[in-house]
């Protein structure tokens, strides 16, 4: 997607409106949190699956609904862009795919070993994701 056609986009342009009345009440930093791909409410029979040797890699698939996050993620990008030529150093994208996908099978994992899921069936992150990502607020904190 080309910048002119983002700038176009009406989702973005609230954004960007929002965005702008943000940072002007803002002493230091505004962050914002990147776009996933969200799961399907009713995959939440992992550790079955994995007890009957359903490989990783297909729960994975069976979890994630892949759709409408990309452009999600080039929204925020852009935002970032838009709101540090304003303010510089005013943004920061906060993103927990580094934490989520597989590189090697190039596939968002939820769950860990055990088949314990990092999500709620309502989209949040469960106890168990809060610590899984602890360390991305840690390291933003001690930067502060």
């Not at 949190?33 to 399907?40: Q, W």
């Not at 029979?45 to 994995?50: M, N, R």
Request: one cysteine or more.
């Amino acid at each position: 997607m080309t910048k002119s056609n983002i700038q176009d986009d009406p989702v973005y342009k609230t954004m960007k409106t929002q965005m702008l009345k943000f940072i002007k009440n803002i002493k230091f930093k505004l962050y914002i949190l990147d776009a996933l791909p969200r799961h399907h409410r009713k995959i939440f029979d992992i550790v079955p699956l994995l007890k009957n040797h359903t490989s990783p890699e297909k729960i994975d698939k069976l979890m994630i609904k892949p759709d409408n996050f990309e452009m999600a993620r080039k929204r925020h990008a852009q935002l970032i862009k838009d709101c540090n030529l304003e303010i510089p150093g005013k943004c920061v994208l906060v993103d927990y795919k580094p934490e989520f996908f597989q590189k090697s099978t190039n596939s968002y994992r939820y769950f860990d070993e055990k088949g314990i899921s990092y999500w709620t069936q309502g989209h949040h992150l469960s106890p168990h994701g809060i610590e899984h990502v602890r360390h991305v607020w840690t390291d933003i904190c001690r930067k502060l």
